[in-house]
């Protein structure tokens, strides 16, 4: 079955710095693959996903992360933090679809948290 | 208009209560979704709904019980909920057909069980 394990439940870097959030997947096939945030009572919002068109993939707010099938990883990253950018972020895979619905399945998440 | 619109944000009900949570949406995404999300956990996959029919129930207990009226409602009956049942209760729906699709999230429903 297909899963993904976030690495870190808590990353904290300052403002202006490199973030790096990391995601490893479990697949036997290959995998679809998501990033998602959470701000603080709210929804989640999609960040990007991997398509297999491109294996580094651009999303909203500066956010990018690459599919590195050797590594069977997707880290998320952002060349200089924003306090903005604090949030949960959840990986996530598709477990699989029935009648053309999906099963998102959700890494454990990682809390990020920007310093001044 | 991209939302998805639930309400109520917040509920508080007793274990004999029978409540009721909505969801909306307007984007002609004919599959709709209800997550479960406890504190500090990733949200739990409950039910799916793809063109209004149940298609992916995860164990979910009875007390639960969804319904999808049209192609935009889906409602959630609660009803002798349990104190371990607090949680936020997410609403999504997407496209149906493609594999990747985007979840579109609502920003859910906060339940206490008292």
């Known amino acids: 079955a297909q899963s993904v394990t976030q690495l870190g439940s808590h990353v904290s870097v300052s403002e202006g710095a490199l973030v790096l959030l990391r995601c490893n997947y479990s697949?036997?096939?290959?995998?679809?693959l998501f990033w998602y945030v959470q701000y603080p009572n709210q929804g989640l919002q999609l960040l990007l996903k991997?398509?297999?068109?491109?294996?580094l993939v651009k999303g909203i707010n500066g956010f990018e992360a690459e599919f590195k099938k050797s590594e069977t990883s997707f880290h998320l990253t952002k060349p200089s933090a924003h306090m903005s950018d604090a949030a949960e972020y959840f990986c996530?895979?598709?477990?699989?679809?029935?009648?053309?619905?999906?099963?998102?399945?959700f890494g454990q998440g990682t809390r990020l948290t920007i310093n001044p | 208009d991209t939302e998805v619109t639930q309400t109520p944000k917040h509920l508080v009900m007793g274990m004999t209560n029978k409540k009721s949570l909505k969801c909306e949406q307007h984007?002609?995404?004919?599959?709709m979704y209800w997550y479960k999300q406890k504190a500090k956990k990733p949200p739990e996959l409950m039910f799916v709904?793809?063109?209004?029919?149940?298609?992916i129930n995860e164990s979910v207990p009875s007390r639960f019980s969804p319904e999808c009226p049209n192609s935009s409602l889906l409602n959630l009956h609660l009803h002798a909920l349990q104190p371990e049942d607090s949680a936020l209760y997410l609403c999504?729906?997407?496209?149906?057909?493609?594999?990747?699709?985007?979840?579109?999230f609502g920003s859910g429903t906060q339940l206490s069980v008292l």
């Open positions: 999504a729906s997407s496209l149906v057909g493609g594999i990747n699709e985007k979840l579109f």
């Open positions: 697949s036997s096939v290959p995998p679809y």
């Open positions: 991997y398509t297999s068109a491109a294996t």
């Open positions: 996530a895979v598709i477990g699989g679809t029935i009648q053309g619905a999906q099963k998102l399945v």
């Open positions: 984007m002609g995404h004919r599959a």
């Open positions: 709904y793809s063109y209004e029919k149940l298609s």
